[in-house]
C-alpha cells in the first residue's frame, strides 16, 4: 500500500511528525502517510541530530506513532543507529515491530575524512535492510537518501553523475526509492527524475518551489523534514522572549485550544 503512494507527478506529500499528537494533527489535516524526522524526534527527546539519538528511544517514538494513526508511517532512521550493516538490520527489525512500512537510511558519513560513506559500503547496509524487512515478509518501503547536494561532496559540476551513480547502486542493492536533498532548482530535479529508475523525493521548505510544479517535474514525494519542528521551537523561542521582554502574549495567538489537542488524543 505505502509503495503505491508514491507516484510521479502524484506526489506523495509528507509533514514529518516527532510525536503522537503531531502525527494525529498531520493526519487530520487529510495526510496519507505520516513521516517521523529524526532530527525532531532526537531534539524533542533531547539528543542532537545525527546518529547521536539512542536507537530504542528512537523506536519507541515510532512504536507510539505508529499505534496513534491509522494510516501507514514512515520512520527516518538517519544511517540506521548502527555502525555495521547486521545493526542496521537489527534497526530494521526493530522498525517494523514498531509498526512502521518504510525507511530513510542517509548515506551521509559522520565518523570520517569524507562526507559521504563508499558506495559498496552503503549499498551493504541497504542490502541488510532488505533483507532483514524480506526475512519478516514486510514489503518494507527503503527510501535512499543520497547526500551528494546536501552535504556538497565532490565538485559542483560532477554531483548530478554521482548522485545518479549512486542511486542505481542503492537500488541494485534494494532500495525502493531515491532521497536527494538539498536540491530544488527544477533543472536538476528534472534530470534526477528522468535518472533514476524509482521515485523520487525531494526536501523542501520556505522558498522553495511548491509542490504542484514539483508535481510537474514529475516528483514522487516531497516531504518537509525538519521544517516543521524547527518553526514550533521557534514559536517557543519568540514567545519566552515576548513573555520575558514585553509581558506580553501576541505570539501565542495562533494556539491550538487545550480542549481541542485533548479531544485529539481521546480519539
Given at each position: ?28 489535516a ?66 517494523i ?10 548515506d ?94 525531494i ?5 522553495d ?58 480519539g
Amino acid at each position: 500500500m505505502f509503495q503505491s503512494l508514491h507516484r510521479g507527478g502524484e506526489p506523495l506529500v509528507l509533514a514529518n511528525a516527532w510525536d503522537v499528537a503531531g502525527a494525529l494533527l498531520v493526519r487530520e489535516a487529510g495526510a496519507r502517510a505520516v513521516a517521523t524526522t529524526s532530527a525532531g524526534v532526537a531534539w524533542s527527546l533531547g539528543a542532537p541530530d545525527g546518529d547521536r539519538l539512542n536507537r530504542d528511544r528512537a523506536l519507541d517514538l515510532v512504536a507510539r506513532v505508529a499505534a496513534a494513526v491509522d494510516v501507514p508511517v514512515t520512520a527516518d532512521i538517519e544511517s540506521g543507529f548502527a555502525s555495521k550493516p547486521e545493526g542496521v538490520a537489527e534497526t530494521v527489525r526493530g522498525v517494523i515491530e514498531a509498526g512502521a512500512v518504510g525507511v530513510n537510511i542517509e548515506d551521509t558519513f559522520r565518523g570520517g575524512v569524507s562526507p559521504l560513506r563508499p558506495v559498496e559500503e552503503q549499498c551493504e547496509r541497504i542490502a541488510a535492510a532488505r533483507q532483514a524487512a524480506d526475512a519478516a515478509g514486510i514489503p518494507l518501503y527503503v527510501n535512499a537518501r543520497v547526500d551528494v547536494y546536501l552535504r556538497a561532496a565532490g565538485e559542483r559540476e560532477d554531483r548530478l553523475g554521482a548522485a545518479l551513480e549512486r542511486a542505481a547502486a542503492y537500488l541494485e542493492a534494494g532500495a525502493s526509492g531515491v532521497f536527494v536533498p538539498g536540491v530544488v532548482d527544477p533543472v536538476t530535479v528534472s534530470a534526477l527524475v528522468k535518472g533514476v529508475a524509482a521515485p523520487l523525493n525531494i526536501l523542501v521548505g520556505p522558498g522553495d518551489p511548491a509542490v504542484a510544479e514539483l508535481a510537474g517535474l514529475g516528483v514522487a514525494r516531497v516531504s518537509v523534514g525538519s521544517a516543521i519542528a524547527s518553526a514550533a521551537y521557534a514559536v517557543v523561542r519568540r514567545a519566552t522572549r515576548e513573555l520575558l521582554d514585553s509581558g506580553t502574549y501576541t505570539a501565542l495567538e495562533e494556539g491550538l485550544g487545550h480542549g481541542e489537542l485533548n479531544a485529539l488524543l481521546e480519539g
